[in-house]
């Protein structure tokens, strides 16, 4: 089975709309860690947000925010306000127990102005 | 803190010559640092995690001989892609795992783009 599911190959979002990225995962651990990354077209990975396990609240940084649902293990990123410069590769990862990372298919997003 | 690069940032070869390419921890040390591959619109792929001071680790479909990994020293993986074919073109990317916010992350380099003609 997939450890991470991202289910949208592509979206489009309206200039200064919200939008949705999804991410499902799959892990018998308790403890584990979500990351989003966003990856433009120059190739760098950008770390845009932490999710912990026993992370009550939701994470937010700034016009991100995740939604954790832990019993439907559901991480989904909530990209706020959104930018030209948003436009980007998004990969949805998870760490279990050790330092190995786990990455989705990505969802390529497209800001239209 | 908790820089990674790369070197270098593109690379463009012949075929059957072999290419090396660098990451460093510039202000961590890291006895563990993991190489990954992408193609174009597709996802991270872990070839290898490099461990310092012993052999690197390598998944399974990742042929050791031709991606030699050597991991000299707390701060400095290198990734040989020895005879290289246009199949192995790529984006590589290396990380390795550090502390952010108390929690553990992998920080990534910026990446390696091979074209081999």
């Known amino acids: 089975a997939q450890k991470i599911t991202q289910t949208q190959p592509g979206m489009f979002v309206q200039e200064k709309e919200a939008v949705t990225l999804d991410c499902t995962y799959d892990?018998?651990?308790?403890?584990?860690?979500l990351f989003w990354y966003k990856q433009p077209s120059s190739g760098e990975m950008i770390f845009l947000i932490y999710q912990g396990s026993y992370d009550e609240q939701n994470a937010t940084e700034g016009r991100y925010s995740l939604n954790f649902q832990k019993a439907r293990k559901s991480a989904n990123l909530v990209i706020s306000a959104s930018q030209l410069g948003d436009s980007a590769m998004y990969f949805c990862?998870?760490?279990?127990?050790?330092?190995?990372?786990?990455f989705g298919t990505g969802t390529s997003l497209t800001v239209i102005p | 803190g908790a820089v990674v690069s790369q070197h270098p940032s593109w690379v463009i070869c012949k075929s059957g010559t072999s290419v090396k390419i660098e990451c460093r921890s510039l202000d961590f040390q890291a006895t563990t640092m993991f190489w990954y591959r992408q193609f174009p619109k597709q996802s991270l792929m872990l070839m290898a995690t490099s461990n310092e001071g012993s052999k690197a680790t390598y998944e399974q479909g990742v042929e050791k001989d031709k991606f030699l990994i050597n991991h000299a020293s707390l701060t400095l993986s290198t990734l040989t892609v020895t005879s290289a074919h246009p199949e192995d073109s790529s984006f590589y990317i290396c990380?390795?795992?550090?502390?952010?916010?108390?929690?553990?992350?992998?920080?990534f380099g910026p990446g390696t783009r091979l074209t081999v003609l």
């Open positions: 990380s390795a795992p550090g502390t952010r916010n108390s929690y553990n992350e992998q920080f």
């Open positions: 990862a998870m760490r279990e127990g050790g330092n190995q990372f786990y």
């Open positions: 892990t018998s651990d308790q403890s584990y860690g």
